[in-house]
């Protein structure tokens, strides 16, 4: 049997509080349940999301490296070195957030960084195709990068909110509803026995005066 509220008076106004108290709580424990079970599908769809991204990623990167190490075979470390001295630039990023089911989620925007093979600083004489596919690779893997992060930023907090609102819900129906109940039904079984208490002092009073008479 679950616990009893402590300090709690045995009476009819106490028995209404705690009565309304106990709807109270079963609505909002009905609210927080469709709001748990609507957040664990947005994870679902999130979580989706983030498993595509990450892969895609993983993919890009592995091209990029690839085109990279074939890069440094043809020209040498130290003229690789040179180029990424020259053609660092800076970079666009654009944070804001959207709501999803009361969750603040991260939003960013990067700009367009893929460029032109001359946009990019160094002479094209003096290198070769596998240099421009790996700086290709590497602005198109950056984008999908900012992608991954927003994404997992989602799947986080997303799952915080999921397990905060799982405690809630828990802490209503195990804990709070249980506990009200319990102390109900105490004042009534309380109540009851003052009834029959004072039914009795009654009857034993005027049993009393009937013997006097």
């Known amino acids: ?113 893929v460029r032109r093979i001359n946009e990019r600083g160094y002479g094209l004489l003096s290198t070769n195709a596998k240099l421009d596919d790996a700086a290709k690779n590497f602005e198109e893997s950056l984008l999908v990068i900012v992608r991954l992060a927003e994404v997992e930023e989602s799947v986080r907090r997303i799952a915080q909110e999921v397990e905060k609102t799982k405690r809630r819900v828990n802490a209503l129906e195990y804990i709070v509803i249980p506990r009200l109940k319990a102390t109900i039904k105490h004042i009534e079984m309380r109540m009851e026995e003052i009834e029959r208490e004072s039914f009795l002092r009654l009857k034993k009073i005027k049993a009393s005066l009937e013997a006097r008479k």
């Open 1 to 113: 049997m679950a616990e009893i509220l402590q300090n709690v008076k045995p009476t009819r106004m106490e028995l209404l509080k705690l009565k309304r108290r106990v709807k109270l709580a079963d609505k909002g424990h009905k609210l927080l349940k469709e709001k748990r079970d609507a957040l664990i599908s947005e994870f679902m769809v999130v979580i989706k999301e983030y498993r595509e991204a990450r892969k895609k990623v993983e993919e890009n990167l592995k091209i990029a490296f690839y085109n990279l190490l074939m890069a440094h075979v043809l020209l040498g470390s130290r003229d690789i070195e040179q180029i990424s001295a020259i053609t660092l630039r800076d970079i666009g990023l654009d944070f804001t957030t959207k709501n999803i089911m009361g969750v603040s989620v991260p939003v960013m925007k990067i700009d367009d960084l």
